[in-house]
């Protein structure tokens, strides 16, 4: 919607995991090494020999949206033809629907009524031997790894017992949120991670990495000129998003919409707030160097003025409206009731903390 207005091409900021908008930073390009190098030496993030990993287990760990789906999809693209792999994206699975679903994305044939363990194991044996005879490898990626159980973590370690002189058969590449370290630091794993030959956790983007991510995703998407935010909005971006890429895609993409909808040219930080309370639900911010307990007093201190000049003052209410001594109907008693409060000219601390809302929500 806002792309001809900002003269795009496309959505820069779509959740999808494209590799094109991949951002490399410095973390990205050490997490991409890492998993090429568990593929067994096929080469390194700039493409230089990465000495091969001899099989085992390769495991890449991030918090929920700092881009690892995305780096496994750019992988993907780089995989040698002499590599197959067999990638498995939800893995609830049981150890047979585990087996089942390694033998269909090797397109191993399995005997008609294929049922137990066996059945599945033995022809993925037989292909990763006659694989290996042929001068291939074999990879298995799980995303999600942290929804494996137990037993199916069990399982993948025993079918990396099938090995030559030189190296393990299947290389296993586990990808996952930090749960993912915390299930293999049990003791009843400890076989299993004694062979994870590599390890990498991917942090968040820092706030100038965060501007060069926008930057990026702007310029793929086929953005010329100056950037359609200015400093404070991008810094108050980093503050909401906390550099992770998947909040800056939902934060800048809705700042977009917004500027686009008033007719602007670049995105402001109210632009941003706006923003982030419709996609995080974050409430806007105090007013700039007030704090959130400050601003609650001065609407106490309002209220209670408020008050006090409704009811304590009768002769103001006859300049502004009927006299109640004129008319039966009318009691003063709602307006003695309201000036209660005035038995104190300053609201006491603890009624003007009752009184002020909590503080705005921070990410």
Same mark, same amino acid.
């Given at each position: 919607?806002?792309?001809?207005?900002?003269?795009?091409?496309?959505?820069?900021?779509?959740?999808?995991?494209?590799?094109?908008?991949?951002?490399?930073?410095?973390?990205?390009?050490?997490?991409?090494?890492?998993?090429?190098?568990?593929?067994?030496?096929?080469?390194?993030?700039?493409?230089?020999?990465?000495?091969?990993?001899?099989?085992?287990?390769?495991?890449?760990?991030?918090?929920?949206?700092?881009?690892?789906?995305?780096?496994?999809?750019?992988?993907?693209?780089?995989?040698?033809?002499?590599?197959?792999?067999?990638?498995?994206?939800?893995?609830?699975?049981?150890?047979?629907?585990?087996?089942?679903?390694?033998?269909?994305?090797?397109?191993?044939?399995?005997?008609?009524?294929?049922?137990?363990?066996?059945?599945?194991?033995?022809?993925?044996?037989?292909?990763?031997?006659?694989?290996?005879?042929?001068?291939?490898?074999?990879?298995?990626?799980?995303?999600?790894?942290?929804?494996?159980?137990?037993?199916?973590?069990?399982?993948?370690?025993?079918?990396?017992?099938?090995?030559?002189?030189?190296?393990?058969?299947?290389?296993?590449?586990?990808?996952?949120?930090?749960?993912?370290?915390?299930?293999?630091?049990?003791?009843?794993?400890?076989?299993?991670?004694?062979?994870?030959?590599?390890?990498?956790?991917?942090?968040?983007?820092?706030?100038?990495?965060?501007?060069?991510?926008?930057?990026?995703?702007?310029?793929?998407?086929?953005?010329?000129?100056?950037?359609?935010?200015?400093?404070?909005?991008?810094?108050?971006?980093?503050?909401?998003?906390?550099?992770?890429?998947?909040?800056?895609?939902?934060?800048?993409?809705?700042?977009?919409?917004?500027?686009?909808?008033?007719?602007?040219?670049?995105?402001?930080?109210?632009?941003?707030?706006? %923003?982030? /309370?419709?996609?995080?639900?974050?409430?806007? +911010?105090? #007013?700039?160097?007030? *704090?959130?307990? $400050?601003? &609650?007093?001065?609407?106490?201190?309002?209220?209670?003025?408020?008050?006090?000049?409704?009811?304590?003052?009768?002769?103001?209410?006859?300049?502004?409206?009927?006299?109640?001594?004129?008319?039966?109907?009318?009691?003063?008693?709602?307006?003695? %009731?309201? /000036?209660?409060?005035?038995?104190?000219?300053? +609201?006491? #601390?603890?009624?003007? *903390?009752?009184? $002020?809302? &909590?503080?705005?929500?921070?990410?």
């Amino acid at each position: 919607m806002y792309a001809k207005h900002f003269g795009l091409t496309q959505d820069p900021f779509s959740i999808a995991p494209d590799p094109r908008y991949l951002f490399m930073s410095e973390r990205h390009r050490e997490a991409l090494a890492h998993l090429l190098y568990g593929l067994g030496g096929t080469g390194s993030a700039d493409g230089t020999p990465a000495g091969g990993a001899g099989g085992g287990f390769v495991l890449l760990s991030g918090e929920i949206g700092t881009g690892k789906t995305t780096v496994c999809r750019c992988l993907l693209e780089q995989i040698p033809a002499h590599c197959n792999v067999a990638y498995i994206f939800n893995p609830k699975l049981t150890v047979i629907e585990l087996l089942q679903t390694v033998c269909d994305e090797f397109h191993i044939a399995v005997p008609p009524g294929a049922a137990t363990a066996k059945d599945f194991i033995d022809p993925l044996n037989a292909h990763l031997l006659r694989t290996h005879a042929a001068g291939q490898s074999n990879v298995l990626i799980i995303d999600e790894a942290q929804n494996l159980s137990a037993d199916v973590l069990e399982q993948l370690r025993l079918l990396t017992n099938l090995e030559t002189n030189e190296r393990k058969l299947l290389q296993i590449v586990l990808i996952g949120q930090p749960e993912l370290r915390s299930l293999l630091a049990r003791p009843d794993l400890e076989q299993l991670a004694q062979r994870v030959i590599a390890r990498f956790h991917l942090d968040a983007l820092s706030e100038t990495e965060t501007t060069q991510y926008i930057t990026h995703r702007l310029a793929v998407a086929g953005h010329a000129g100056a950037l359609p935010f200015d400093a404070r909005a991008l810094r108050r971006t980093y503050q909401l998003t906390r550099g992770v890429p998947r909040r800056i895609n939902l934060l800048c993409g809705r700042a977009l919409l917004g500027a686009y909808a008033e007719q602007r040219g670049q995105v402001n930080r109210r632009v941003v707030d706006k %923003a982030a /309370a419709e996609v995080f639900g974050v409430a806007p +911010p105090a #007013p700039r160097g007030v *704090a959130p307990w $400050a601003a &609650g007093l001065v609407v106490a201190g309002l209220v209670a003025g408020g008050a006090w000049w409704l009811g304590a003052s009768p002769s103001r209410m006859q300049a502004s409206g009927p006299d109640p001594l004129a008319n039966p109907t009318l009691s003063l008693k709602p307006a003695r %009731a309201m /000036a209660s409060p005035a038995s104190s000219p300053h +609201p006491t #601390p603890s009624a003007a *903390a009752s009184a $002020a809302p &909590g503080p705005a929500t921070r990410p």
